[in-house]
């Protein structure tokens, strides 16, 4: 194994995913943003605006500016939330559900790949240290002093 971080390995790593996915999506005339917002919205019931930020680890202007560009688009409506007087559910189109069909197809190609090329052992073990580095983060106990051992 070579002399290089954690954070380093996950940062080139999801560099290069994150590049692949923008050359793939150019093809569609999209990008790896609009398709991960397609993929995020509910085909059949919508979802709710306020939901979606949160949903995909995004900050809400961010996500206004994808989804006013979705919306000129022709990939998405917004809609009156029925249960929810103040809020707004986000639709797909028909044109919408077939962008997020593409870009579904896309994200399966890339998994299949992967697991063709990887151990099933492999996969859960990166699955453990992803899942372990996530909960390690979330729960603050990276910087906590009383987490460090000398």
């Known amino acids: 194994m070579k002399d290089t971080t954690i954070d380093y390995a996950l940062r080139a790593t999801w560099q290069a995913v994150t590049k692949m996915y ?11 943003a ?29 996500l206004s500016r994808i989804l006013k560009s979705m919306e000129q688009k022709g990939l998405i409506v917004r809609k009156p939330n029925p249960n929810d007087g103040r809020g707004v559910l986000i639709h797909l189109t028909d044109f919408g559900r077939e962008k997020r069909n593409d870009s579904k197809a896309v994200v399966i190609r890339f998994n299949e790949t992967i697991k063709s090329h990887v151990s099933e052992e492999q996969l859960n073990s990166f699955f453990e240290v992803a899942e372990l580095i996530n909960r390690l983060v979330s729960e603050k106990k990276i910087y906590d002093k009383k987490s460090i051992t000398n």
């Open 22 to 32: 923008n050359e793939e999506a150019k093809k569609f005339g999209s990008t790896m």
């Open 34 to 62: 609009v398709g991960f917002t397609l993929l995020s919205i509910d085909p059949k019931t919508g979802t709710p605006s306020t939901a979606l930020g949160p949903k995909m680890g995004m900050e809400a202007t961010s």
